[in-house]
Structures are given as C-alpha cells and as structure tokens.
C-alpha cells in the first residue's frame, strides 16, 4: 500500500524590494506511485496552503478560493490546484517541451500539477511576481539583482533578440515536426508564461519580452491582428501594452511588454478576474462562471481607484463588443496590487476575431444570464461601472469615430491585404 507524503514549498510575494512570504503550499507525492497519476478527486492528493502569520497581519486574499484565515485550505470543488497557480500554468505543449529537451529533475513523485506550479513560479519567467522555494530557502532574487541574468533558474538565462532569427527556425521545424534536440532545447528557454498556445519570452534591451510568431494553422497574419487590436485600443482611450513589429526569417513577428513588468523590468503582482472575483458556489461546491458585474466588483470592494478603472473597464467592453461581438476570455482581465488596493491592468489580448471563426470559450455574461450580443446591449449596464447611459453612448460614439479610419491606419502598419479584406467583414454592417 502506498503511502502519501507532503512536499512544502514556500510562496513568495516578488513586487517590493524585499521579498515577503505570503504562506507554505505542501504538494502530495507517493513514492510508490508514477508522476502525473495523482486524481483531484481523492483529496489526499489535492495541494494545501496555510497563510503565513505576517502575511495574515498585513497582506491581502490571493484569491476568491484563498479567504485570508489562518487554516489550512484545499482547492476548491473539482479542480486540481489552487486558482493563483492555475493562472500561470504552463501548457501541456509547453511542459511536454521543456521534460523532452531539458530533462530536469523533477522531485521524487513530483505530480503534473506540482511539476506546473514550480515551473509558473520560477524566476526569471515566472508570471505575476509570486514565487515559490523549497520550504528554508530564499528566493534567488535575493542573491542576484538582474532577475534576468538569474543562472540557478531551471532553463537557464532567457534568450537574447539576437538569436531570434535562430529562435524563428526552431520555431517553424517545431510546428512541422523536424526539430533536432539543440533546437529544441533554444525552443525551451522561451516557455514559462501561461496561455492556451505558447508564448515565447525573449530579452530585448534588457527587458523580458513576449514574442508573438504566426503559426503554421493561422489563416491570418496573427501577430499583426493582436497587435494592431492593441494599437486602435490605445487610439480609443485604453491602456495597452506596448508593441513592437519586426521582421526576422522572411516573415514579420512582433513583440510585447509584460503587463507584469515595469518600465525596469520588475516584477508586479498580478492576479486575473477568474482569481480575484468572488462567486456564489453551485450545490456541488464549484464556483460559478465569472461575470462582468463579478469583475466590477473587484475594483468596487479593494480598488485603489474604482471610479477612473470601473470606467476603463467599461470602455474595454465597448471596445471588445464593438469589434466582435460575444467573444471575451477571464484570462483577458488582469489586476495589479498597488499598496492602496488593485488597478486594473493594461490591456494585453483585445483579439479581433473572424468572423467565420467559432470562440473557443464561453462568452462571458453581465450578471449570469445576460450575454452581450450586440454593443447596445451594455448601454443598460453603464450606472454599475459609475457612469451615465448618456456618458456611455458618448463614449460609444467616440469610439466608432476613432474606428471611421481604422483601414488607412492598417495600411500605414503595411497590412497584408488579405488580413484588410477579412477585418472589413468585422465592420461591414457597422
């Protein structure tokens, strides 16, 4: 009969100038067992937290499923780990890249979700400014003050711009297939960040940034369409992150700032809406899906400006409902911690979708029933982000007065002319 262990890390908050230990995370292990077999179902091999005292006295909740209280917590009802972890997963792609080239050495019995959480959390990559060390030890960001430079990391220092054009074959041989060991192992040095495709991180100019590379499936130049929802965004009144297009192996990829980075290249603590909003439970004890009220109500209980971000956040959803309607993420919303409460993060994904596309996530609606079909449909909601319907409707019709020149701006950004005729079919009816 196999017997369960517990395996302690320490979890670290890495936005000030001296860490702080937020609490102790214990990952179940068997010695008797393989990796990856542990069930969320049997609660002996579900991940547990405690909050640090310190933390209990000073910090704030890391999420709806963590209530700031001294006992020791489990995930909630049906998932595998707690949700401050499951924002910054890496992939299956992503991890299934790293064992193949790196072949790190996991801890004994180290399960799929322990062997995740360390990667999410390990500077210089990790998301969010939430790391974790074996209980006892200390951050390496203690011992080195270029988190960039970090040698003790897992996969070693990040890839410098200078080998991006090395970086875009590995890339390309990856998607097809043929990719020689060496390769692959450049390849790895990129993961880390969380998201559905993988998000390579490159350094440039001393900076750790996103590089954004058309895939070999994408039916439109992908780079240029995230970016350039970023750019008309910006153009519109709302914070975004900032881009940079560039052209490497015969193709053009782009690349942007972390929303988790300051302008030095400092960690910020970001947690997402699918963390921060509290939600009623099902009879089953899951949370139910998350909402734009839920959202709102984030800024309006701990936010350090909730009139200037409830009216951004506003702004976003006409912006996002404008373009394409219906078709909105959790992982989209992200909310920094300032000493005075969260900020709602600048924008970093604000996709405009074809549309002959099918979403690949649930549409997200106001209250629970309420799903936003068309831009006007938001009108009614202005008063719960602070404003006036007349307020709204103004804010509307600035935006579509920024949208009248949306193609000659494309062109000036030298759009494939295809990539133009799929986005007219965006506003064809507008």
């Given at each position: 009969?196999?017997?369960?262990?517990?395996?302690?890390?320490?979890?670290?908050?890495?936005?000030?100038?001296?860490?702080?230990?937020?609490?102790?995370?214990?990952?179940?292990?068997?010695?008797?067992?393989?990796?990856?077999?542990?069930?969320?179902?049997?609660?002996?091999?579900?991940?547990?937290?405690?909050?640090?005292?310190?933390?209990?006295?000073?910090?704030?909740?890391?999420?709806?499923?963590?209530?700031?209280?001294?006992d020791?917590?489990?995930?909630?009802?049906?998932?595998?780990?707690?949700?401050?972890?499951?924002d910054?997963?890496?992939?299956?792609?992503?991890?299934?890249?790293?064992?193949?080239?790196?072949?790190?050495?996991?801890?004994?019995?180290?399960?799929?979700?322990?062997k995740?959480?360390?990667?999410?959390?390990?500077?210089?990559?990790?998301?969010?400014?939430?790391?974790?060390?074996?209980?006892?030890?200390?951050?390496?960001?203690?011992?080195?003050?270029?988190?960039?430079?970090?040698?003790?990391?897992?996969l070693?220092?990040?890839?410098?711009?200078?080998?991006?054009?090395?970086?875009?074959?590995?890339?390309?041989?990856?998607?097809?297939?043929?990719?020689?060991?060496?390769?692959?192992?450049?390849?790895?040095?990129?993961?880390?960040?969380?998201?559905r495709?993988?998000?390579?991180?490159?350094?440039?100019?001393?900076?750790?940034?996103?590089?954004?590379?058309?895939?070999?499936?994408?039916v439109?130049?992908?780079?240029?369409?995230?970016?350039?929802?970023?750019?008309?965004?910006?153009?519109?009144?709302?914070?975004?992150?900032?881009?940079?297009?560039?052209?490497?192996?015969?193709?053009?990829?782009?690349?942007?700032?972390?929303?988790?980075?300051?302008?030095?290249?400092?960690?910020?603590?970001?947690?997402?809406?699918?963390?921060?909003?509290?939600?009623?439970?099902?009879?089953?004890?899951?949370?139910?899906?998350?909402?734009?009220?839920?959202?709102?109500?984030?800024?309006?209980?701990?936010?350090?400006?909730?009139?200037?971000?409830?009216?951004?956040?506003?702004?976003?959803?006409?912006?996002?409902?404008?373009v394409?309607?219906?078709?909105?993420?959790?992982?989209?919303?992200?909310?920094?911690r300032?000493?005075?409460?969260?900020?709602?993060?600048?924008?970093?994904?604000?996709?405009?979708?074809?549309?002959?596309?099918v979403?690949?996530?649930?549409?997200?609606t106001?209250?629970?029933?309420t799903?936003?079909?068309?831009?006007?449909?938001?009108?009614?909601?202005?008063?719960?982000?602070?404003?006036?319907?007349?307020?709204?409707?103004?804010?509307?019709?600035?935006?579509?007065?920024?949208?009248?020149h949306?193609?000659?701006?494309?062109?000036?950004?030298?759009?494939?002319?295809?990539?133009?005729?799929?986005?007219?079919?965006?506003?064809?009816?507008?």
């Amino acid at each position: 009969m196999s017997t369960v262990h517990d395996r302690y890390y320490d979890v670290w908050a890495m936005d000030g100038v001296h860490p702080q230990l937020i609490g102790r995370l214990a990952f179940p292990f068997s010695k008797e067992s393989s990796s990856g077999t542990h069930s969320f179902r049997n609660p002996l091999f579900l991940p547990k937290f405690q909050y640090a005292t310190s933390w209990l006295t000073d910090g704030f909740s890391l999420g709806h499923d963590l209530p700031l209280v001294p006992d020791i917590q489990r995930p909630q009802t049906g998932l595998s780990n707690f949700q401050f972890l499951l924002d910054r997963e890496v992939n299956n792609t992503a991890l299934e890249l790293i064992e193949s080239a790196v072949k790190p050495q996991w801890p004994e019995g180290a399960s799929d979700v322990e062997k995740r959480s360390v990667l999410a959390t390990s500077l210089p990559r990790a998301f969010g400014a939430i790391a974790l060390t074996p209980t006892g030890t200390v951050p390496d960001a203690l011992k080195s003050a270029d988190l960039t430079e970090e040698p003790r990391h897992l996969l070693g220092g990040l890839v410098r711009l200078n080998d991006l054009e090395r970086l875009l074959h590995a890339w390309q041989r990856f998607e097809r297939g043929k990719i020689e060991h060496k390769a692959l192992s450049l390849l790895a040095k990129t993961c880390g960040l969380p998201g559905r495709r993988l998000n390579p991180l490159i350094l440039k100019d001393g900076r750790s940034v996103i590089l954004r590379v058309r895939g070999a499936g994408d039916v439109v130049d992908t780079p240029f369409w995230k970016g350039f929802a970023l750019t008309m965004a910006k153009s519109c009144g709302i914070p975004t992150v900032q881009l940079e297009r560039l052209y490497a192996q015969g193709e053009a990829v782009s690349v942007a700032t972390r929303l988790d980075r300051n302008d030095a290249d400092q960690p910020l603590l970001v947690l997402s809406a699918s963390t921060l909003a509290h939600r009623a439970l099902t009879p089953s004890g899951r949370p139910q899906a998350l909402t734009y009220l839920a959202m709102a109500d984030i800024l309006n209980r701990e936010g350090a400006s909730p009139r200037e971000d409830l009216k951004l956040m506003f702004k976003r959803l006409l912006y996002t409902h404008w373009v394409s309607p219906g078709v909105d993420s959790p992982d989209r919303w992200q909310f920094e911690r300032t000493p005075l409460g969260w900020r709602l993060s600048p924008a970093h994904a604000l996709d405009w979708q074809s549309p002959d596309s099918v979403p690949s996530t649930t549409p997200l609606t106001m209250e629970g029933r309420t799903r936003i079909r068309d831009v006007n449909d938001l009108m009614s909601w202005a008063p719960y982000f602070g404003l006036t319907v007349k307020a709204a409707k103004t804010l509307l019709d600035e935006m579509q007065f920024t949208f009248r020149h949306w193609e000659d701006e494309a062109l000036a950004q030298e759009a494939d002319p295809n990539d133009l005729a799929v986005m007219g079919q965006l506003f064809f009816t507008r």
